[in-house]
């Protein structure tokens, strides 16, 4: 798996194609003046983009401020979950990250979503605390993780 997939940066021409990642994936979608947004305006958001056969399959979202990364999305397309996608992409992400300077990365996940828990984990993320109904959807609480990069 790890051999056909290859990753770039985001840029304008490809937020159909996010859009439709972001809408198979989440509940409340991020809208398209969003990723506008964060492509045009904000000096220290960068969006990764996976890619399989010339498909986006997923994507992520990074802010790199001073020796700091905080992770604003990720998504696998839902057909292609369970392959450790998710994985690769966090890898190259972190390693994005760490070569960019960040001596931390921070990330909210859903507390009910233990598959993302456990990947994190896995990664080397902590449990660093919760933020009180942080999801607009159902007013879930997300926990905040974080790692050191070596």
Not at 22 to 34: D, G, M
Not at 43 to 51: D, G, H, P, R, S
Request: glycine share 6%.
């Amino acid at each position: 798996m790890m051999s056909d997939v290859s990753y770039r940066l985001m840029t304008l021409k490809d937020i159909d194609l996010v859009m439709q990642v972001e809408r198979e994936s989440f509940s409340v979608p991020w809208s398209r003046e969003a990723f506008e947004n964060e492509l045009m305006i904000n000096q220290f958001a960068k969006y990764i983009l996976m890619e399989k056969e010339n498909e986006v399959i997923g994507y992520c979202g990074l802010w790199l401020i001073m020796d700091e990364a905080h992770i604003t999305n990720i998504a696998i397309v839902p057909k292609l979950r369970g392959q450790k996608l998710g994985e690769l992409l966090m890898q190259e992400v972190i390693s994005m990250a760490r070569n960019a300077g960040a001596k931390t990365i921070t990330l909210e996940v859903r507390i009910s979503n233990l598959v993302a828990r456990s990947l994190y984990q896995k990664l080397g993320f902590l449990e660093g605390g919760i933020r009180k109904n942080y999801y607009s959807d159902n007013q879930e609480d997300a926990l905040v993780m974080w790692v050191e990069l070596r």
